[in-house]
């Protein structure tokens, strides 16, 4: 039928389907027609599903077709594999049927699916990919998993473009071509210069590839008017018409208020119908029978004034199933959704679905989006022959590699900005906490009042406290409130926090599922806990605590479970950055006071960088300016030291591809060299008073120069591997 509509027309040429059903429908896309025939033999559907209800006679029949996007494959695995945890003998006892071949066979036919070469040869081992609307989908979790069991990567519409009639993933590397795009946004969105000119979601030029054969799209692109309430009216005769044969599955029973004797049925019977949009899947079903008199008068008068927007089926009671209520065990009405995937010149269905109790207000329930609770479906070998699984077609030898070299820009942004964001939760918490351990507890001394000030100071800094708090008395109301208000919502902490989930969320298909586990479960916990603006300055040191073990447990699992691709580099290059930022902020406000209060610059400085237990193990409990600064900023062994961070950086950089562009690894160490000089400086025998604030005057221009240095490396970076904008040069003309 779609083959029909989008080639030759002869359907509705012959009236068999109504030009009106057609022509109106939002996902008939002109753009898509292909009079001449469509490739891979004509085959549009790739993946479908139906959704099933049983009715009081038995009989099982179809209340909606799923063309466009079908989902619920990945929540039936997710499902199955939970239920295996909890009831795997019973599973095993019960010969359940595994899912795990039908997903062999839609990786396998996804491949075929790839267009041939300029030889006629099939591509040895094509690229397939997986086009999501993005991290805001309702359905997001399930793209992730897809792409995952599926081996495919999961891709937005502004990590492809084309090129010269092909569609290529944009990496950090380049440009590399893809083959096959398994479509999860709606065909209307997916190409902004053909069909909807306001998507940002699509790819410019899609269309133009898919018509010429170089790249293949499943499903096809406008296949979702096939799943057209509507349509459901006239697939008897259809069937009869392209196969020559009943359907093997009735539909429920459907008129189409756009003809006439389907209309004077509707209303005779208005009272037994469930009235629908013709055109989508989308708007909820309404049950007359359940309507006021007012609002039911209502709803004919609608009906009759655009007879053709609205569709009116039977009303079917679904079977029902015991399920756990709020009083315990309780008859619950059960939908049913299949999946079938192609395989050649078939079809194979999962063996088992995704069963569903609809929601009481909704009479069908045949959208995920709608609530309800999902079921796992079992199906029962009939012997204890064991199920066949697809092994993978014979293909050529790969090439042995080290590196997947597919990282897309937009990951690695965000990868970049999840590294730093953790980094300055942490720096932060840690600037806190420091503030809040001499605000609880016992009376504030003078030193206690002076290190909260310089505190103060390197939290303004950070962009924690306004300029306002940050000048305010250590033991004012003002500078209290500001303090113990600093993580909740709005501020900047509460901000970052919110980003790291944001940005954990969008990235989580590049962690694995231990990795993800961990990261929700950590920060689930910081957002459960997290004090309000109460002004309890005890629960806020709490919160500080706890945040700078999730920090840490975060940092340690990125070290130990990613694979030191990119996606890692980018991670860690973004935490080594922030913190070399920090380390350049805490330890200029702390020279603010050196000379005055050099110890309690000394302690602040220390305290911060989590470094004051290796300095007494070196130098015992003297404190001496030369000694503290190398330990911060020249320690190469120091993970807290800017050294450290710098040579870290310039590691990353010199192995990340195009490293000859800006920013080079030379660029990262060449910051270090100034405060080799001053540290020999501070380190000999007699340092008068007035000399040690000198120094510390030039130390303090040396590293508020080196943090707007750092900034610079990360624009530099965001140009070269994130926007790919090249820096503005200008240039003169001789007379």
Not at 59 to 66: F, P, S
Not at 160 to 172: A, H, P, V
Not at 435 to 447: D, K, P, Q, T, W
Not at 582 to 591: E, G, H, K, L, P
Request: charged share 20%; net charge neutral.
């Amino acid at each position: 039928m779609l083959r029909d509509i989008y080639g030759p027309m002869d359907l509705l040429r012959d009236h068999r389907i109504p030009p009106a059903l057609v022509y109106g429908h939002r996902d008939f896309l002109r753009a898509a027609r292909r009079p001449e025939g469509h490739p891979q033999g004509g085959r549009m559907l790739q993946h479908y599903a139906a959704e099933l209800v049983r009715g009081p006679d038995g009989i099982w029949r179809v209340i909606a077709d799923r063309t466009q996007a079908p989902a619920g494959a990945g929540y039936a695995l997710q499902n199955r594999r939970v239920m295996s945890r909890l009831l795997g003998q019973a599973l095993r006892q019960c010969r359940v049927r595994a899912l795990n071949a039908y997903f062999e066979y839609w990786q396998a036919d996804l491949a075929n699916r790839a267009p041939k070469l300029a030889n006629g040869a099939a591509p040895d081992n094509p690229r397939v990919v997986l086009l999501t609307p993005g991290p805001y989908n309702e359905a997001y979790f399930e793209h992730i998993y897809l792409a995952r069991e599926l081996g495919a990567t999961l891709v937005e519409g502004a990590d492809l473009t084309m090129r010269e009639g092909r569609i290529f993933l944009k990496t950090l590397a380049g440009l590399e071509p893809v083959d096959v795009i398994m479509r999860r946004l709606d065909g209307e969105w997916c190409d902004p210069l053909e069909l909807r000119a306001d998507s940002t979601l699509g790819v410019v030029g899609l269309m133009q590839a898919a018509r010429d054969n170089q790249v293949a799209v499943c499903n096809a692109i406008g296949s979702g008017l096939a799943g057209a309430p509507a349509l459901q009216a006239f697939l008897p005769n259809l069937s009869q018409h392209l196969l020559g044969e009943e359907l093997a599955m009735p539909s429920i029973a459907t008129w189409w208020c756009g003809q006439s004797y389907a209309l004077n049925e509707v209303e005779q019977n208005f009272e037994k119908m469930v009235v629908r949009s013709a055109y989508g899947l989308t708007d909820r079903p309404v049950a007359v029978a359940a309507l006021p008199d007012a609002e039911r008068a209502s709803l004919l008068a609608q009906i009759k004034a655009h007879p053709a927007d609205y569709v009116a089926q039977e009303c079917i009671v679904p079977s029902v199933s015991p399920g756990l209520g709020p009083n315990g065990l309780e008859p619950q009405p059960i939908l049913l959704r299949v999946q079938l995937v192609a395989d050649g010149d078939g079809y194979v269905v999962m063996p088992g679905g995704l069963a569903r109790v609809p929601a009481r207000n909704d009479p069908f329930g045949a959208t995920l989006q709608r609530g309800g609770i999902n079921k796992d479906v079992w199906v029962v070998a009939k012997d204890q022959s064991p199920t066949v699984i697809r092994g993978s077609s014979t293909r050529q030898r790969l090439t042995l590699r080290r590196s997947s070299g597919t990282l897309q820009s937009r990951v690695a942004d965000d990868l970049f900005w999840l590294g730093r964001s953790v980094e300055r939760l942490d720096d932060g918490a840690r600037l806190l906490r420091a503030v809040l351990s001499r605000l609880v507890g016992e009376f504030a001394s003078a030193r206690d009042l002076v290190e909260m000030a310089v505190l103060a100071r390197a939290l303004a800094r950070c962009g924690i406290l306004d300029q306002r708090a940050a000048g305010a008395p250590p033991d004012s109301a003002v500078f209290a409130s500001a303090i113990t208000r600093a993580c909740t919502s709005g501020q900047l902490l509460g901000q970052t926090l919110d980003g790291i989930e944001r940005l954990a969320a969008v990235s989580r298909h590049r962690f694995s599922a231990d990795m993800w586990r961990m990261f929700n479960h950590l920060l689930g916990e910081l957002r459960q806990s997290r004090p309000s603006a109460t002004g309890d300055a005890d629960a806020m040191l709490e919160f500080c605590d706890q945040m700078i073990r999730a920090t840490a447990a975060i940092a340690g699992m990125l070290a130990e479970h990613m694979t030191r691709g990119s996606g890692w580099r980018f991670i860690d290059f973004g935490r080594r950055l922030e913190r070399a930022v920090f380390i350049t902020r805490s330890v200029s406000a702390a020279t603010t006071v050196l000379g005055a209060n050099s110890d309690s610059a000394f302690r602040i400085a220390l305290e911060v960088s989590d470094s004051t237990l290796t300095y007494r193990r070196r130098y015992r409990a003297s404190l001496q300016a030369a000694a503290v600064f190398d330990l911060l900023l020249l320690d190469g062994s120091n993970p807290h030291a800017l050294t450290f961070q710098l040579n870290a950086m310039a590691q990353h950089l010199d192995a990340l591809p195009n490293s000859e562009a800006p920013p080079r690894g030379a660029d990262c160490l060449a910051l270090a060299r100034p405060f080799a000089d001053l540290v020999g400086l501070l380190d000999r025998e007699e340092i008068k008073r007035e000399e040690m604030i000198q120094l510390a005057a030039r130390l303090r221009g040396s590293l508020d120069a080196a943090g707007d240095a750092l900034m610079d490396i990360s624009d530099q970076l965001s140009r070269t591997y994130f926007s790919h904008v090249q820096v503005a040069r200008a240039f003169g003309f001789g007379s």
